[in-house]
């Protein structure tokens, strides 16, 4: 199998599954309910946007087939840390499990829980996720291991 990557674009509501030497996979996708801007903190329905990794994979979840992405990154924790939203320990917790390519703690102020799943694309509609058709769902699943460098563009 190539090694491939996933590169999401907020505004024009795509995703591309780049395998090297190929054609990028342009797919549709839905995002959260209020997608302009970086994710901040729980519940506030943001997709978040940067350089991630895909972190679980979930073959029966409530909307489909899911990938988790490694939501909050190190970059998260810091400015986080910075602003007072998180404590020294989830910004440690956070540091840690990505050093060691684990899915990150999602339970921080922060939020998490950020997966690419199935559902379809009929409008911004997640709390915060990537949502695309299923079928979709099943394409990224042959080629997305965990490990997938998944980039979220604004």
């Keep these: 199998m190539l090694e491939s990557r996933i590169i999401i674009k907020k505004a024009e509501r795509k995703?591309?599954?780049?395998?090297?030497?190929?054609?990028p996979l342009t797919f549709p996708i839905a995002l959260g309910k209020d997608p302009v801007g970086h994710k901040e903190r729980e519940g506030d329905n943001k997709t978040p946007e940067g350089t991630y990794y895909i972190c679980i994979r979930n073959e029966n979840s409530k909307f489909y087939r899911s990938l988790g992405i490694s939501y909050p990154n190190k970059a998260d924790a810091d400015a986080a840390l910075l602003m007072g939203s998180i404590t020294k320990e989830d910004h440690a917790n956070i540091h840690r499990a990505h050093e060691d390519g684990r899915h990150p703690p999602f339970d921080t102020p922060l939020g998490g829980s950020i997966f690419i799943h199935g559902g379809g694309t009929d409008g911004?509609?997640?709390?915060?996720?990537?949502?695309?058709?299923?079928?979709v769902m099943d394409v990224?699943?042959?080629?997305?291991?965990?490990?997938?460098?998944?980039?979220?563009?604004?």
């Design 15 to 23: 995703l591309l599954l780049c395998s090297a030497g190929e054609e």
């Design 124 to 135: 911004d509609w997640t709390a915060g996720c990537v949502a695309a058709a299923d079928a």
């Design 140 to 154: 990224l699943f042959l080629h997305c291991p965990i490990g997938t460098p998944v980039t979220i563009l604004p």
